[in-house]
């Protein structure tokens, strides 16, 4: 994985410029967004590139379908992408277009290299096209004989003619032991597995022209006018034509090679398999990490114009706000793992992360301090353990954020900050400084240090989110009166930087609450004394269910998890210390290949509160937390806001 103290090189892939930008392309951007600029925030040198993708045949037959040069229609269609990440608030620092004279000069450049020593070849070929996805496949590559690609599976047609090839099936072997040996270079783990089962069969060379005859827009091969080049060959080149391979040997090294290629599961081997012998051939050493996220599912299904289940990103950034859309994506979808958007799940995130959890908080704060201490923000008294236990949990949630950056779990240190500030809305239920205000001196003083330890969490959970949400977040840090526009995390590591007598400044709702329309239906039917249906005969219960007796046996309590740490000698269990309700439970979990112990604390769990004590590895476990199994992770069952430590749950 990247390092947080060296330089950090990220990029998209380079988005098809025929294609209308969706929320897969937007969560790509996003993310690379959001790491560079959690890299920045940690002070490493960051350089963020993107780009779009303009040869190929498609482009050409659309071009002639409206009438216009291949060139004018791109130059046309690109500005849906640099307009839409310009409303997204993407910090890229560079937009490589693949027709740009940067970038065609390096790869003939290229070209002519590696035909001089023999890694191109001319020979007659024999194979099934796609259009849509511009590649040749072999009769065995074939799905029912269409073409095999995820998401595409169209008619393909039989071509026979002469091209040229690059020799990469003699890297192989070479590739087989550089991914064996180097764990890091794709991840997950799944897709190097993926990938090195596409390696069990023989490696074909790779034809990397298209003769004008067929197609006549592209990068013309500077050793035969005849042909153009195949558009995977020329756009991968992107990634080091941006940074000066070839123009500029300072600027390549400062850069190369790439930290992290961010793409999707679809184009796994071209970026696997195409890449790293391309880039050997050259020479040049392998990107750190390539790193292929999972799709945006509707439901079940892939997101497809033809299914006609695509959500346009503009729309919804556009109703619900930039950064809460920046924020679902980001904390909804576990890197590597599909993720299905639903416009309700949208909402309750948004609802209880955003609105009840964060905006509330601020509310709280901004209120109070406003009607009793003259909008500045109050001197603390000493800290007793509440306001130590708060402290604690927010700097392990600030370490956690950029833990989890590293180890491409931003998920799990963004759910790390929503429990800080969930446990900043408990302490402010626990110390009531609402009440405090009708009482003596000595109760001002307390109510000063809750505002103000609430307001120093606010301070750093908002340094920490800025990457993801930086407008808004901007705005929180303006009404606490930081000076620092972009958050400096040297600041964010210790608790206490907010000065006391610091202004207030005034502001509407952070994130006004979302609004749901109640589900339209009549009343409930009776039921009888059995619990039948009235007029319906009881149904027969399928073998394996229990009576609801049976369930109702079952004590499930809310607790919140205080602390977390290994148990010594297992590499997959963690000791918890779970609060529900007045006591504290020691349970044994075995999710630590899920969980960091930094990314648990404050999380609000469903806890099996009356399951008979157990010793697990010679550690007493007091109860059972509930999990769901997610493929190679397991995720822990959580609440939203709002349920206090040993609720029932019914």
Not at 10 to 36: R, S
Not at 551 to 569: H, Q, Y
């Amino acid at each position: 994985m990247p390092d947080p103290n060296g330089r950090f090189y990220v990029t998209t892939p380079i988005y098809y410029v025929n294609d209308q930008p969706h929320i897969g392309h937007a969560y790509t951007t996003i993310l690379a967004d959001v790491l560079a600029r959690y890299h920045r925030l940690l002070g490493v040198p960051t350089h963020f590139l993107t780009g779009t993708d303009e040869h190929g045949q498609k482009v050409q037959q659309a071009a002639n379908k409206r009438g216009v040069s291949p060139q004018e229609h791109v130059d046309t269609y690109v500005t849906r992408f640099t307009d839409l990440w310009a409303h997204l608030g993407i910090t890229n620092d560079d937009f490589i277009r693949t027709t740009e004279p940067r970038h065609t000069e390096i790869v003939q450049k290229v070209l002519v290299e590696l035909y001089a020593r023999d890694e191109i070849y001319r020979a007659e070929y024999d194979g099934w096209y796609c259009v849509t996805c511009e590649r040749f496949y072999t009769e065995k590559d074939l799905a029912d004989g269409m073409c095999p690609e995820p998401g595409c599976h169209k008619p393909v047609e039989k071509i026979t003619e002469t091209n040229y090839f690059f020799r990469m099936s003699k890297y192989q072997d070479w590739l087989i032991q550089y991914i064996e040996e180097h764990p890091q270079f794709i991840q997950p783990d799944f897709r190097r597995n993926e990938t090195l089962g596409f390696l069990r069969q023989p490696l074909t060379d790779l034809c990397i022209s298209r003769p004008k005859t067929r197609m006549s827009w592209g990068i013309e091969l500077p050793f035969d006018n005849d042909f153009v080049t195949y558009v995977w060959f020329d756009a991968l080149l992107n990634y080091v034509s941006a940074i000066g391979y070839g123009a500029d040997d300072a600027r390549f090294e400062q850069w190369w090679p790439a930290s992290m290629h961010l793409i999707g599961k679809d184009i796994l081997t071209t970026h696997t398999v195409y890449w790293p012998t391309m880039l050997h051939a050259m020479g040049l050493a392998m990107p750190e990490t390539i790193f292929a996220h999972g799709w945006w599912l509707v439901g079940r299904d892939k997101m497809s114009k033809s299914a006609g289940n695509v959500v346009d990103p503009m729309a919804l950034a556009e109703t619900y706000g930039i950064d809460a859309f920046r924020y679902f994506l980001m904390a909804e979808m576990v890197l590597g793992q599909d993720a299905s958007f639903t416009l309700e799940g949208f909402v309750r995130r948004y609802n209880a992360d955003l609105a009840n959890d964060l905006g509330n908080l601020l509310s709280r704060v901004v209120r109070m301090t406003v009607s009793h201490f003259d909008a500045k923000i109050p001197p603390p008294g000493a800290l007793a353990t509440e306001e130590k236990h708060l402290q604690e949990i927010t700097l392990a949630a600030v370490a956690g954020m950029r833990d989890a950056v590293v180890r491409m779990r931003v998920d799990q240190g963004l759910a790390g900050l929503a429990g800080a500030i969930r446990e900043a809305n408990r302490y402010l239920e626990l110390r009531q400084p609402w009440s405090l205000a009708k009482q003596g001196p000595e109760a001002r003083v307390l109510m000063g240090t809750t505002l103000y330890c609430a307001a120093e969490t606010l301070r750093m959970v908002s340094g920490m989110l800025y990457p993801v949400m930086p407008e808004k977040m901007t705005s929180l840090r303006t009404v606490l009166g930081c000076a620092d526009g972009e958050p400096d995390y040297t600041r964010l590591r210790h608790w206490g930087e907010l000065a006391p007598g610091t202004p207030l400044q005034s502001m509407g709702p952070l994130f006004p609450r979302i609004q749901t329309e109640k589900p339209a239906g009549g009343e409930s039917k009776p039921k009888t004394k059995s619990g039948a249906t009235s007029g319906k005969k009881p149904s027969v219960q399928p073998e394996g269910t229990i009576s609801y007796d049976t369930f109702s046996t079952l004590d499930l309590r809310v607790g919140c998890i205080e602390k977390a740490a290994p148990v010594e000698g297992a590499d997959k269990l963690l000791c918890l210390q779970v609060r529900v309700g007045e006591e504290t439970r020691q349970i044994v979990a075995g999710i630590a290949k899920s969980y960091a112990p930094s990314d648990l604390i404050g999380k609000q769990v469903i806890v099996v509160a009356n399951l008979a004590p157990a010793r697990i590895r010679g550690v007493e476990s007091q109860g059972m937390l509930l999990a769901a199994d997610a493929g190679d992770q397991l995720r822990l069952v959580t609440v939203e806001s709002g349920a206090e430590s040993g609720a029932k749950v019914r």
